[in-house]
């Protein structure tokens, strides 16, 4: 670890780091207290990596966590209840009651995307986010994270791919812990660095120490400028190790104990302390008072969460559809003039465009070939004099007009099938 | 039949020249994206060739590449990235080049956009059209009618209509409607269905169905292309002193129940006729409802007539077998006008 950033950022760090693993180790008590409805997945010993990179972005910017970025969350401006009352079910959470765990968001005010168990969905999405503040001059940058396991999906690719045709300002952290449920990540794919995934959509990408907070931190900031600054999404491994099973259920009995203790003695939170120690950024009784900051912050937070009611039965009848603007008022915020992309400003070229595309002959008019199977042209009826493309024959009349008149059998064997040919 | 009331029984006015289907997804597309810098347009080869079915023609060159993006094939991509658009406010178009290859985006449409609202109150103001259907010897993966699979999921609205002037009005209101709204175009009547459409903006109302026909012996309900083949076999019907009422149901996901129940309770049966595959079809749905709020009113079973239970051959005689048609359907009516 380097010394490079202000005296307040190094604490601030501090305390998000000990804020996460504070509230995962109070929802460990609730979850033996049978106070969460479903499982309780742990981030012990990756909390460097959800607040390092989480840190690096602005209030304007989006994010999109998974099931492990509780400190993310709790970096951009959740509130400790509200990550309680999700994993309790209960009715004051952001998705009252309907979802649990992370999967919650906030689109208007802290810009989180709710993510989903389906892994990788997340990156086309958040992909999407940023070529919308892209088009709407917003320059924001969107970032979300993804697991050793979760880079073997589909949808990785193709949302990472998608973004890089787009040079869309999008930072994605693949969060290497080694273990993919029980499998490692060895068996899972042939690359000593996932990091060089990045090589095959011709992105950049670093590997970052995931233990290291500062490291962690500096890496996603240069990313997230970056990426601002046009320069496409970057990839960042950060290695790290999974020191729970994979979720509350899961002893994890399968990791060798060797790597286990490798890990353990490499605490993010440890570290860290050793280094503002020796870099007198932070005394004992600067740390109890922050562990008592803490303390106190999350005995109300648990208060309040445990106080809130379930939903009750027939909520989960409501909101599937969107009912309209009483319902919510979609606008998009434009921070550029609109007149640049409405006629005629709008064919202005953009700059992530392919040079030369596009200056060719593009499609062919109203009767231009289409893909197969229907290249007739509708019938021409009175006052329209709509003429066959390339000398084929018009449609042959489809339906009722031919039928009434022939007897019926006949009529209807042939007029549908007529018009099919 | 070239040239259809596009109104309806609707009572619009229609004052334009008549346009094909194909020409009405384009004007949709067009006219909303002139009112509102919030409409792109997203999907594979939309830009400069105009979409394989050139329903995005002209459209790069109006609106810029910022607004008619094309993209890689990657459906999921396609999905998550309008997904993530519709989040800031925006109102992406997604073409699906031809409507068979949604289902490569299935997660990202049924897990991610579809359960949003519901569960994080987060709108996904976004429509994903494409070409769908058969009859045009597509073969089995170019030929699909997928919209069951999205019927069956909540938060999702569905629509599949019959004439140019349902199809604008529509797909105008898709866009305008806050959730995700899939919206199918049965490419067999691109070019070969015509029909008026008011001059001006106008929009039709999603989750209405609309008696294209008239009659009081039975009722059929259809939709999209053998909408036109249904009307076809009520003609000859006719002929043979049986009236059956034609409805279009033009909206699958809400189902205009109102529109059918008045229908049924009136002709006492009830006969559907839809392209998609039997099993699983919106024809079982509808049986379902008619037994649960109609079951007094029926005087005959409800019938059904679809597609086989099979994948969509491509030799146009296994197509024809395996697609209703007329014949098809003006038999099932006469067995039912019998009870």
Redesign the interface.
Known sequence: MKKELTRQQYLDLYYYMRLNRAVEDMMVKLFRQNKIVGGLYSSLGQEAISVGTAYALEKKDWLAPMIRNIGALLVKGVRPRDVFMQHMAKYDS??KG??GTS???D?DDLHI??P?S?LG?????????????R??GQKIV?MTWIGDGGSST??FH??L??AA??KAPFVLILENNLWAYSTPVRKQVPLQNLADRAKAYGIDSYIVDGNDVVAVYSTAKEAVERARAGEGPILIEAKTFRRQGHAQHDAAEYVPKEMRAYWEARDPIELYEKFLASEKLLDAKGKKEIEEKINTRLAAEREFAENSPMPPAEFAET??????DD??K????WERP?AE???PR?????VW?VPG??S?K??G??N?P??????????P?A??ETKSPNGRKP?A????????KKS??A???S???K??R | ???TNGAGTNGSASNG??I?F??AIKQAMFEEM?RD??V?LIGEDV????????TS??L????????V?D??I???????????????????ICEM??IDFIVCAF??IT??VA?????????A?MVIRG?SGG????GPF?SANPEMYFVHT??L?VIYPSTPYDAKGLLKAAVRD??PVLFFEH??L?????GEVPAGDYTVPIGKAVVRRAGKHLTILSYAAMM??S???A??????GIEAEVIDLRTLLPLDEETILNSVKKTNKCLVVHEDTKTGGIAGEIAAILCEKAFGDLDGPLLRVTSLDTPVPYAPTLE?HFLP???K??SAAQELARY
Request: aromatic letters at 8%; proline letters at 6%.
């Open positions: 952001p998705t309907k979802d999967h919650f968001g689109l995307v709710s989903i389906m969905d997340l990156i086309p999405v958040m992909t999407g986010v940023a070529m919308a503040g088009y709407l969107t589909g949808v193709e949302g791919n998608f045709a787009q909101g599937v559809y969107c009912t309209g319902c919510h979609i606008r998009a915020k609109i992309v409405t006629p709008s064919s202005v070229k953009a465009t595309f596009g060719g593009g499609s008019g109203a231009a289409i893909h197969f199977g229907d290249t007739q042209p509708a019938e009826s006052g329209d449609a009349k489809i339906a009722a007009k031919a039928a009434p019926v059998k009529a209807a064997a007029a549908s099938r018009a099919r | 039949m070239a040239k020249a008549p094909t194909l020409e002139e810098p919030a792109v830009g400069v060739y105009g979409g394989a079915f050139k023609e002209g790069l060159e109006r609106f810029g590449w910022e607004r993006i993209t890689p990657s459906e999921s991509a396609i999905i998550g990235a309008a997904c993530g658009m519709s989040y800031c406010g925006l109102r992406p080049q031809f997660n990202q897990n991610f359960k949003g609202h519901y569960l994080w109150n987060a709108p103001p070409p009859g045009v010897h597509g170019h909540p938060g609205k806050n959730n490419k067999f691109y070019r070969r269905i015509k036109h083949t009307l076809e076999a003609e000859a019907l006719a002929q043979e024809e048609n007329a014949k359907i003006f």
